[in-house]
């Protein structure tokens, strides 16, 4: 059953860091700057709030869930970013599975100062972001919005 998607509602992206380390509070700062410079270039027709897995989402809003499987070094070297993906529907609370979606780098950070490798770390996050983002845009239906800018806090901020 397809999941529909109005432009009036707020996206909760979820996010659920997989990863058992000390960096999860950088992950999650880059993940939200990274998700919000990714919706701003898209012209995203729907406001989006990211949350930290546990946060209650409102029963009546749209609900992505991302779990980060892997962000680091591949066997070769490379960066890779692998995340999976549902979205839940909020009228039904089906759950549709929106894939799998894995980015890897050309570039390998050897040897770079730390600006440059997170530069490149955020670029391949971006690159699986715009992948999830390419499944979740097709279930948007456009219908005339009750709020301001689009994906930027100060919409969701509008919204509430």
């Avoid at 029963?59 to 680091?72: A, D, E, H, L, S």
Wanted: charged share 25%; with cysteine; proline share 5%.
């Amino acid at each position: 059953m397809p999941v529909f998607l109005k432009t009036s509602q707020i996206l909760h992206i979820v996010v659920i860091d997989n990863m058992h380390d000390k960096r999860s509070a950088d992950r999650n700062h880059y993940f939200e700057s990274t998700f919000e410079e990714l919706v701003e270039e898209r012209a995203f027709p729907m406001a989006c709030v990211i949350q930290e897995f546990g946060i209650r989402v409102p029963m009546n809003q749209p609900c992505v869930y991302v779990t980060i499987q892997k962000w680091g070094y591949s066997s070769l070297g490379q960066i890779e970013v692998r995340l999976s993906a549902y979205i839940r529907d909020p009228v039904t609370w089906t759950k549709k599975q929106l894939g799998i979606h894995v980015a890897e780098s050309s570039k390998i950070p050897v040897g770079t100062i730390d600006s440059k490798k997170i530069a490149i770390y955020n670029e391949t996050l971006k690159q699986a972001l715009a992948t999830l983002l390419d499944r979740v845009e097709p279930m948007v239906r456009h219908v005339p919005k009750s709020i301001g800018s689009v994906g930027t806090k100060e919409a969701v901020s509008e919204a509430e």
